[in-house]
């Protein structure tokens, strides 16, 4: 994980930072599930299923399709906690807040 510089208008603006590399990863690939509601959360599935879909098998994507799966797991996780009206769903963020801390 690498440290991304972005102005202070931006940083208010945007959820989540994603580098140039992940970029298309901004409307599915999210740290913090606990902000979204349930059907944004379906939609970031069903997004990621389709991105999951779409990579080539072999060697060169491994990282990248276990990425996204375990990505999808937990997006599936914090649907199913929060279908079980689970106070402690399994997106909650870290007390810090931040990915690098």
Known sequence: REPVLICDRCRSELLDLHCADHRDLRH???TDLSRYSPQE???QASDLTAL???IVDGKEFKNRRRTLRTQLLR???ELRARQAGSADAAGTPAASGCRSC
């Open 52 to 54: 999951i879909g779409q």
């Open 41 to 43: 959360l379906d939609r």
């Open 28 to 30: 599915c690939y999210f």
């Open 75 to 77: 997006v599936e996780a």
